[in-house]
């Protein structure tokens, strides 16, 4: 593992983590996905966003400082744009290398270094336009709070145009020995954007207005790199990430019954216990067809609610398919339900089906869950068992409607 150079006097380190742990303990990461830290060497030298030793990390990164002829004993400063324990869950291990070296982060930052690490010297609370001279090189401070957690900053290297980003501008993905946006082909782009929509999605969806308000705050700055902690380095079209993220934190403006929160498109998110729901959707999805709409289709729980949060988040509409189950939701789709309320999937106009057994019962249970969603809701279909000729014909009916209104 190398340094790689973004400047003469700026280098991305990485790791490839590669495991079966899930992210967050909740999010799938079957591709991988990278912890990038940063060295800016002036004569003196700082030191941007640590990592967690996850998957032999430690080994990596300590190999990819020597290739540039540095250890972490002599760094001079430690950067931390944010705290979440992927980024500094080795702090510990770093301070007892490297007593000397002065940790800085803004006052929340260092609140949790405090708190998490139980450190209480060789600290710096910085703010907004604050700077470190490492004599030679100029980092200058911009706070981002709520991307995604109140403490985050933004480095910022004028000579170099880098901003260094933390979490923003991520994405999942293992790079596997390139860094750079201009190292992949687009086809290598395509798989990244999806794993990008699904990190955005995963992580930081519930806060897009606050990445909305760093964009603007961060418009003047002449950004010729993007350097995030997750993902590849954006040093050929760092506009494109930018832009991305103002795309994606833009689906959550969404008001009920207005289109404007998402792509023309239909995420179809369904559960099936014996086949008879699954009847029901084919004949949603054949007049979605009939209508030209694209869309996309995930089944719970065989597919993980990552991927379905994913689609439903860039959608402007959704197909939700359950059964009725004792009463009440089908549980992997109750479970769905929970995660888009707590990641704010707003404003999409709706289609609910499902069959039922003995008795209905997941209406109640669906209408008290989308409550805070401000969802448009298409009128829902239930049915006994299989459906009947005629209830498929009204089904593929509500289908095209739903798909209608997409296109309107």
């Known amino acids: 593992m190398k340094a790689h150079k973004i400047s003469e006097q700026v280098y991305c380190l990485y790791a490839d983590i590669q495991t079966e742990d899930l992210f967050e303990g909740i999010w799938p990461i079957p591709r991988g996905v990278s912890l990038n830290s940063y060295l800016v060497k002036g004569k003196k030298t700082a030191f941007i966003d640590l990592f967690r030793d996850w998957s032999g990390a430690e080994g990596q990164f300590e190999e990819a400082l020597a290739s540039v002829g540095g250890a972490f004993d002599t760094i001079d400063y430690l950067i931390l744009n944010h705290l979440e324990p992927d980024h500094t869950g080795w702090l510990g291990e770093f301070r007892r290398r490297n007593p000397r070296a002065e940790i800085i982060s803004t006052a929340?930052?260092?609140?949790?270094?405090?708190?998490?690490?139980?450190?209480?010297?060789?600290?710096?609370?910085?703010?907004?336009?604050?700077?470190?001279?490492?004599?030679?090189?100029?980092l200058v401070f911009y706070e981002t709070p709520n991307i995604h957690w109140p403490e985050t900053m933004v480095t910022w290297e004028p000579a170099s145009g880098t901003l260094f980003s933390c979490d923003?501008?991520?994405?999942?993905?293992?790079?596997?020995?390139?860094?750079f946006d201009d190292e992949f082909t687009p086809e290598e782009h395509v798989f990244y954007e999806k794993e990008?929509?699904?990190?955005?999605?995963?992580?930081?969806?519930?806060?897009?207005t606050f990445v909305e308000r760093g964009i603007q705050k961060l418009d003047g700055l002449d950004i010729k790199c993007v350097a995030p902690s997750h993902g590849m380095v954006w040093r050929k079209n760092p506009k494109d990430i930018i832009e991305r993220y103002a795309r994606y934190a833009s689906y959550s403006r969404a008001e009920a019954g207005k289109s404007s929160g998402g792509e023309s498109e239909i995420a179809v998110i369904w559960s099936s216990m014996y086949g008879n729901t699954k009847l029901g959707l084919d004949a949603v999805i054949r007049g979605i067809e009939a209508e030209g709409v694209p869309y996309?289709?995930?089944?719970?729980?065989?597919?993980?609610?990552?991927?379905?949060?994913?689609?439903?988040?860039?959608?402007?509409?959704?197909?939700?398919?359950?059964?009725t189950y004792e009463y009440a939701m089908f549980p992997p789709m109750a479970y769905v339900l929970d995660i888009f309320r707590r990641k704010h999937i707003f404003g999409k106009t709706v289609l609910r089906i499902g069959s039922w057994g003995w008795v209905g019962g997941a209406k109640k249970e669906y209408e008290t869950a989308i409550e805070a969603l401000k969802w448009e809701s298409?009128?829902?279909?239930?049915?006994?068992?299989?459906?009947?000729?005629?209830?498929?014909?009204?089904?593929?009916?509500?289908?095209?409607d739903l798909a209608r209104i997409v296109k309107s």
């Open 196 to 208: 990008c929509l699904r990190y955005y999605a995963n992580i930081v969806s519930s806060f897009s």
């Open 168 to 179: 923003a501008f991520g994405s999942f993905g293992a790079l596997g020995g390139r860094v």
């Open 108 to 138: 929340k930052g260092i609140n949790l270094v405090k708190s998490f690490y139980k450190l209480d010297s060789g600290l710096r609370a910085v703010k907004d336009g604050d700077k470190l001279d490492l004599d030679g090189v100029e």
């Open 378 to 400: 298409v009128p829902s279909m239930e049915w006994a068992g299989s459906p009947t000729a005629e209830e498929l014909k009204v089904l593929e009916e509500r289908g095209k």
């Open 296 to 323: 996309t289709i995930c089944r719970v729980p065989d597919e993980d609610v990552s991927y379905a949060l994913a689609n439903a988040f860039k959608a402007q509409a959704l197909v939700l398919a359950m059964p």
